[in-house]
């Protein structure tokens, strides 16, 4: 299945995407994809009625319409730092033994196509493809992979944008370098496990102003998504709705020399298969 939120922004409602621009909504059944609605998701029985309503002709095209981000906004948003080994040799670092853990403002995420703003006294703002991963229940200290596998909701596009100078440069922990408003576009779609095929064999790519910059696979993962599941697990309570960034791969403008940095009027472009594409422009705060 694919979840989509289609509407202006605060205003977004949950449909389906049954085919291209068609979609049935859902909104009688659930009034979003929220924390709630992730920890009662039955997947064959919401494929049921989907199919059932489609079957009555209940299709429509959505336009148009903005396209929200596939989840509402998290209870957290984790992101794995270093976990490409070529975007690891590129900013110099070891590959690490252990998965990086920092976290990104909920109230980051914005639709797949919406503005991205350079934050007010950042200079060095930065671009990442991402996979991202849905949690799909409640779950701590998951024993195996099974378990951690089952908590998986289904998997999204993540552009982990980020403000270097606040990160790098500004003491601390990356988090603030993270957190700026609209710095994790995410969707267009949620894309549920059965549908994603081998989650270890996607490819990544991400363009500015039509220039290739990022070019990946997520076989070059170091830690993968199951992994990274069970592992947090052991440290914190994973709850329906969180967003997990696994990383991103190598082509990001600080890895350039010179490095590149995102300028006002830049547009970003980028995608994972299977799971759709993202176009963002880039503004001033």
Request: hydrophobic share 35%; proline share 7%.
């Amino acid at each position: 299945m694919k979840l989509m939120r289609i509407g202006d922004p605060g205003r977004e409602r949950p449909v389906v995407l049954v085919a291209d621009d068609l979609v049935v909504e859902v909104s009688d059944l659930t009034p979003d994809y929220d924390s709630a609605f992730f920890a009662g998701f039955d997947r064959e029985r919401w494929e049921q009625e989907v199919e059932a309503r489609r079957s009555r002709g209940l299709v429509r095209q959505f336009g148009n319409e903005r396209i929200g981000a596939p989840i509402a906004r998290p209870h957290q948003i984790l992101c794995i730092g270093l976990n490409y080994r070529r975007h690891a040799e590129e900013t110099g670092a070891a590959i690490p033994p252990e998965p990086i853990l920092f976290t990104k403002a909920p109230n980051t995420i914005v639709g797949p196509y919406d503005d991205v703003r350079i934050p007010r006294g950042g200079d060095k703002t930065d671009w990442e493809v991402e996979l991202g991963i849905v949690i799909g229940r409640r779950c701590a200290y998951l024993d195996d992979d099974e378990a951690a596998r089952s908590a998986i909701a289904g998997y999204v596009i993540s552009n982990d944008v980020s403000e270097r100078s606040f990160q790098l440069e500004r003491g601390g922990q990356w988090t603030k370098g993270k957190s700026a408003e609209t710095f994790n576009p995410c969707g267009p779609w949620l894309t549920t496990p059965d549908e994603v095929g081998d989650v270890n064999r996607l490819d990544l790519w991400l363009n500015v102003n039509g220039d290739r910059k990022q070019t990946g696979s997520t076989a070059d993962l170091i830690f993968d998504p199951v992994f990274l599941v069970r592992y947090l697990s052991q440290f914190l309570v994973l709850e329906p709705g969180d967003l997990i960034n696994t990383g991103t791969p190598h082509g990001v403008g600080m890895g350039f020399t010179p490095p590149q940095w995102l300028r006002d009027g830049d547009v970003m472009e980028l995608g994972i298969s299977g799971l759709g594409s993202q176009r963002q422009r880039v503004i001033g705060a």
